[in-house]
C-alpha cells in the first residue's frame, strides 16, 4: 500500500532522473527549516537573517574579484606599454639640455602613445568581460543576472578608476607639463 502511494506520488510530481537530486536538496532544505524554527524559534529567523547577509557579502566578494583580475589581467596586457611610454618620457625629463620642439613632440608621443594604451586596455578588458559572461549569457533576463552583470561593471569601473588615480599623478608631474 505504502509502495502504491510513493508510485503515485512520484507520478504526480513526474519526477525525472535528472530532477530527483534537486527535489532531494529541496526536501532536505525544508526539514532543516522546520526543524531549525522548532527547535530554536524566533531565535532561528534572526539566525536567517544574519546568514543570508553573510551569503550576499561572500556573493559580492565574489563578483568583486571576478571583476579586479579582469581589470588586472587587461591592465597586465598594457603594463609593458604604459612602462615604456612613462619611462621614456621620465627619462626625457632628466636630460639637461633639451631643444625647444622636442617638449611638443613628447606631448604628442604621450597623447598618441596613451590613446594607444587606453583603446587596448579597454578592448582587452572587453574581451575578458566577454569570457566571465558567457556562462551568464544563456540565461534569461532575470534580476539575479540584472544585478550581478551591473555589480561586475560597477567593481571593474572602481578598479579603473584606481589604476586612473594612481597612473594620473605620473603622468602629469612631468616636465613638459610644469
Do not use: H
Request: with cysteine.
Amino acid at each position: 500500500m505504502i509502495k502504491e502511494r510513493i508510485e503515485e506520488l512520484k507520478r504526480k510530481i513526474s519526477l525525472k532522473k535528472e530532477n530527483i537530486v534537486p527535489f532531494i536538496f529541496s526536501i532536505i532544505i525544508t526539514f532543516l527549516l522546520f526543524l531549525g524554527y522548532s527547535l530554536l524559534g524566533d531565535r532561528f529567523n534572526n539566525s536567517m537573517w544574519i546568514i543570508a547577509g553573510i551569503m550576499l557579502a561572500v556573493f559580492i566578494y565574489l563578483i568583486m574579484f571576478i571583476a579586479g583580475f579582469a581589470v588586472m589581467k587587461a591592465l597586465f596586457f598594457v603594463a609593458a606599454e604604459l612602462s615604456l611610454l612613462i619611462f621614456l618620457a621620465q627619462s626625457y625629463c632628466d636630460v639637461k639640455s633639451r631643444p625647444a620642439g622636442s617638449d611638443e613632440a613628447l606631448q604628442s608621443l604621450l597623447i598618441i602613445g596613451l590613446v594607444y594604451i587606453v583603446y587596448s586596455f579597454f578592448r582587452t578588458l572587453f574581451d575578458i568581460s566577454k569570457k566571465n559572461y558567457q556562462p551568464v549569457k544563456n540565461e534569461k533576463w532575470s534580476s539575479q543576472k540584472v544585478v550581478s552583470v551591473a555589480l561586475f561593471l560597477f567593481f571593474a569601473g572602481v578598479f579603473v578608476w584606481q589604476i586612473y588615480l594612481v597612473v594620473n599623478p605620473v603622468i602629469t608631474n612631468l616636465c613638459i607639463y610644469k
